[in-house]
């Protein structure tokens, strides 16, 4: 069965795999959206590795957690931010300015909200890790 929206099936997945401690989770379909929020979120050290499987059907995203995450979510609906009210929404999703980090969709790619920052680009929000 093909589920709506990837990205928060990939984000409850994750929390409820992290939730049991869980050391990995196998995520279908994929798209690439979603391998480039898991690029981001193995860059920025929530995720330990991941891997796509073709299997010949949509791909399956196989993801090796390191037990770091304590909530992710989807934010629906992606609000359009800027940097000038991308604060308001660090204040809104997360428990600290130092804590977690806002996955940002722009035109220059997918962004954690400091990289958007530092960058001066606004996009989309799409979801909240810490």
Do not use: W
């Amino acid at each position: 069965m093909v589920q709506i929206d990837i990205i928060s099936n990939m984000m409850s997945a994750i929390r409820n795999a992290e939730a049991v401690r869980k050391r990995e989770v196998v995520i279908y379909p994929s798209s690439k959206f979603a391998i480039e929020i898991l690029k981001l979120l193995k860059r920025e050290g929530y995720i330990e590795d991941f891997q796509v499987v073709n299997d010949g059907r949509g791909n399956k995203l196989r993801i090796i957690l390191n037990g770091s995450i304590n909530e992710c979510k989807a934010i629906k609906p992606r609000f359009p931010v800027n940097k000038n009210n991308l604060t308001e929404y660090v204040k809104q999703y997360l428990p600290s300015r130092e804590i977690g980090i806002l996955i940002i969709s722009t035109s220059k790619g997918v962004k954690t909200h400091r990289e958007c920052l530092e960058e001066n680009v606004g996009g989309v929000l799409v979801a909240y890790v810490y």
